[in-house]
């Protein structure tokens, strides 16, 4: 995407989030909450699914930061490879594949 695609999409969910408060009777802080909440909810069931359907809905955010942390240093370990570099998108996937594997494997005991 462009840059001007990019600023406004983000100038428009900031704007958004500011007009809560004159749709409805909501304060800011709880507008931000109930969108937060419901990003939650859409992307909950996706990130169970990936990540191995634990019935511990606590341990689900840090496994999630987990297999984003994974996934950097993998893309950039293998980025420096000349094979990957010339080909970004069998770098993501396999960037994407062991770091869904990596974190998979991890049982919420470990990952404490």
Do not use: C, H, Q
Request: aromatic share 10%.
């Amino acid at each position: 995407m462009n840059k001007k695609v990019v600023s406004v999409i983000l100038v428009a969910s900031i704007l958004s989030v500011f007009l809560i408060n004159f749709v409805s009777a909501v304060t800011l802080l709880e507008g931000i909450k109930s969108v937060g909440d419901s990003i939650i909810k859409i992307l909950e069931p996706f990130f169970r699914a990936l990540l191995g359907g634990e019935a511990d809905a606590a341990m689900l955010f840090p496994k999630v930061l987990f297999l984003i942390l994974i996934f950097g240093i993998i893309w950039l370990s293998l980025n420096k490879i000349d094979f990957f570099s010339e080909y970004p998108p069998i770098l993501i996937i396999i960037a994407s594949i062991v770091s869904i594997l990596a974190v998979r494997g991890v049982s919420s005991t470990e990952l404490i």
